[in-house]
């Protein structure tokens, strides 16, 4: 498959630009590496499009245009199965995707397994559930991550991942809403806000979307925005710890971001799918800072606690106290807008993420957690030692390495072409994210300790 050679917008704001690479000619710290093969089998896909002259009489979404291009990470993956076409017997080692690796814990798949078995059953058979979930994991969930902050089980809203609910929220908000985020970000926030008909136009000379306000996030400020010079926005999209940087907010910080929310009138989405990675004394949970539950709610997820990625389990946490404008709850629209796009998650799946909660549950999580921590420090150790200012990994599964003045996407065409290794470029995640790398966690040891011993190879 030939890779494009037109420009092609990244989702998050930035240009998938195709770049014809000189490695020779170029100043450059890499050297040739020799990595083992592996013989893959490659499938080429090819769809057959029927020609046809009739056009219905619908228009196009006018916001899907303004995307300009695919996802961040299905381009990496078309990226990736090009460069295995190019190199059929490479080992390709994935460290772009943050997909986990490693086996859910025993102790969860035999209670999803056992539910499924019951389904089999008069007694145990069941249909529709409750939209908000079953009551036992609302109730599980509200105890184990926020037992003494206020939160009660009916202020909890079960489904099938903090993604999918990322995009509820937008639809639960409207389109004439005003957001912003840290940019560096995940690009689902992005994206969900220009389908939605938040934004203006892609700007390529800035690479950023009109009426978005992006908060800029560099090692300069500690990867925590200069709320002094940000504008006031409806919604304000806060990950902690944050994807891709891996940096995780300070308490004073998140009371600074609390109160700016609250001198602006603002509603803040908090994203902490990856609390439980948290190394430092920093809040897990933005309902720890006094006076949130006014402000912000809360969004989370199993995947990458308990290998959830394809399975689907997530939450999110709409307080009683969050109000609109009009004193109308927010939880009530929230509700509404559960109930009519959505069934509630598998019954099934949310037997497993009961199991989770339990105290064997929660041991085998944790298990599973520090695995991936490990393979954290192997991969920043790595690059520490070849001289690479490097950040996050301690409150996070991902590694954010600095190449200044380089492209980002130079960097992963470099490190893929010559180590077949999988990274993701950070100007995928918006313009902030130029001149940086983001190196997955999520991966199986011996693939780790190989995969930086061929970055030790490659910039040696």
């Not at 000619?25 to 990595?35: E, F, L, N, P, W």
């Not at 307080?319 to 796009?341: E, H, M, W």
């Not at 695995?371 to 991902?398: C, D, H, Q, R, W």
């Not at 954010?400 to 992963?412: E, K, L, R």
Request: hydrophobic share 35%; with cysteine; proline share 5%.
């Amino acid at each position: 498959m030939a890779l494009s050679q037109a420009s092609i917008a990244s989702s998050s704001s930035a240009f998938f630009a195709q770049t014809a690479l000189d490695f020779k000619s170029r100043t450059s710290r890499a050297q040739t590496v020799a990595v083992p093969a592996k013989t893959v089998g490659v499938c080429k896909c090819v769809a057959a499009l029927e020609k046809t002259e009739y056009k219905t009489q619908v228009n196009r979404n006018a916001n899907m245009a303004k995307l300009q291009a695919g996802y961040l990470f299905p381009e990496i993956a078309r990226r990736r199965n090009a460069h295995l076409q190019k190199h059929p017997d490479a080992k390709i080692i994935p460290l772009g995707i943050g997909d986990t690796t490693e086996p859910i814990p025993e102790y969860i798949t035999s209670a999803m397994a056992k539910r499924a078995l019951a389904m089999s059953t008069l007694e145990g058979y069941s249909g529709y559930g409750p939209e908000q979930g079953e009551k036992p994991l609302r109730v599980a969930i509200a105890k184990t991550f926020y037992g003494d902050l206020g939160i009660e089980e009916d202020d909890i809203f079960v489904s099938d991942g903090a993604k999918c609910d990322i995009s509820r929220l937008q639809v639960l908000f409207g389109a004439d809403k005003t957001i912003a985020v840290q940019d560096p970000s995940y690009p689902a926030y992005v994206d969900s806000s220009v389908i939605m008909g938040q934004t203006g136009q892609y700007q390529k000379s800035v690479e950023k979307f009109g009426n978005i306000e992006y908060m800029r996030c560099t090692p300069d400020n500690g990867f925590f925005p200069d709320l002094s010079s940000t504008k006031r926005t409806d919604i304000i999209f806060f990950c902690s710890p944050n994807n891709p940087t891996g940096s995780a907010a300070t308490r004073e910080q998140l009371t600074q971001l609390v109160k700016f929310a609250k001198d602006n009138g603002s509603i803040i989405v908090y994203d902490s799918a990856y609390a439980m990675y948290m190394s430092d004394d920093n809040p897990r949970s933005i309902f720890e800072i006094p006076g949130a539950k006014d402000v912000a709610l809360e969004t989370s997820s199993f995947s990458k606690y308990a290998g959830f990625t394809g399975v689907r389990l997530g939450w999110t946490v709409v307080p009683k106290q969050l109000q609109y404008s009009d004193g109308f709850p927010v939880a009530k629209d929230f509700n509404r807008i559960v109930c009519t796009c959505f069934n509630g998650a598998s019954t099934i799946v949310q037997a497993g993420g009961l199991a989770c909660l339990q105290p064997e549950g929660l041991k085998a999580m944790h298990g599973v957690i520090n695995f991936y921590k490990e393979n954290t420090k192997i991969i920043m150790e790595t690059f520490n030692s070849l001289g690479f200012n490097v950040y996050g990994g301690t409150n996070a599964p991902y590694v954010w390495v600095h190449f200044p003045g380089q492209s980002s996407w130079d960097v992963f065409a470099e490190i893929l072409e010559k180590t077949h290794v999988v990274t993701t470029p950070g100007s995928g995640f918006g313009p902030g994210g130029e001149g940086f790398i983001r190196v997955s966690a999520f991966g199986h040891r011996e693939n780790i300790l190989e995969a930086c011993k061929r970055f030790k190879q490659l910039y040696k």
